[in-house]
């Protein structure tokens, strides 16, 4: 009997990460989370190839399952995060320009 799920639209997911690197420049894009948004699912964790998501402090919000959160100083722009989240759960994750993360958020990003 032949299977009668298409996974297809799993084929763009990477894998995860099998070893943690470093930031080496700053880059281009800068993945933002938008919380509102976020389901607190953590998907996105085992991807980021620099483990730089994390959930957002439980004090923050006051809610069982926390949204994740961006440490950005660490972030190297590799959009993974944002297609996992995309494909596999809810889109609350997105690429901007580091420049104009900067300036949103009036800090300067190392790199």
Known sequence: MANKFN?????TVPDPAEKVNF???????IAVVDEDNCTGCQVCV????VDCIEPTPIEK?????????VRHDECIGCQ????VCSKLTWDAIRMIKT????DIYDI???G
């Open 7 to 11: 996974y297809d639209h799993y084929k």
């Open 61 to 69: 919000y006051g809610i069982p399952i926390p949204p994740v959160q």
């Open 80 to 83: 993974i995060c944002a297609k």
């Open 108 to 110: 300067t990003l190392s």
């Open 99 to 102: 420049k104009t993360f900067e």
């Open 46 to 49: 085992p991807f980021c190839p």
């Open 23 to 29: 930031k080496k420049k700053k880059p281009k894009l």
